[in-house]
Nanobody, 123 residues
Framework: QVQLVESGGGLVQAGGSLRLSCAVSGRTFSTDFMGWFRQAPGKDREFVAVISVSTVYAGYVKGRFTISRDNAKNTVYLQMNSLNPEDTAVYYC???????????????????WGQGTQVTVSS
């Protein structure tokens, strides 16, 4: 059974930093595309970042967030710096097992999801 478990969320002041982790069990994910998405209250889920052998970021986090992975630990990370209240959301990690010409900024191309971790940024 594949499981993705996020951790590292919490409450932080504007300008602060958090590092999210997503531990994957039940499969070897070294060839998977691993993504982070977020959903704020009353808003649709939105793409944050994805990593395979390269990385792609949403414009609203580029330069502030960094996605990385440790294949030996089956873990993907999201380092978030210069946080602002608009970053407040539940953050989800996801794994896409299919490779090819897919749009990995779209959640429907992902096969497995974590339960989410809350990030709250106070002003």
């Amino acid at each position: 059974q594949v499981q993705l478990v996020e951790s590292g969320g919490g409450l932080v002041q504007a300008g602060g930093s958090l590092r999210l982790s997503c531990a994957v069990s039940g499969r070897t994910f070294s060839t998977d595309f691993m993504g982070w998405f977020r959903q704020a209250p009353g808003k649709d889920r939105e793409f944050v970042a994805v990593i395979s052998v390269s990385t792609v970021y949403a414009g609203y986090v580029k330069g502030r967030f960094t996605i990385s992975r440790d294949n030996a630990k089956n873990t993907v990370y999201l380092q978030m710096n210069s946080l602002n209240p608009e970053d407040t959301a539940v953050y989800y990690c996801a794994a896409a097992t299919r490779t090819g010409s897919y749009d990995y900024t779209r959640g429907y191309n992902y096969d497995y999801w974590g339960q989410g971790t809350q990030v709250t940024v106070s002003s």
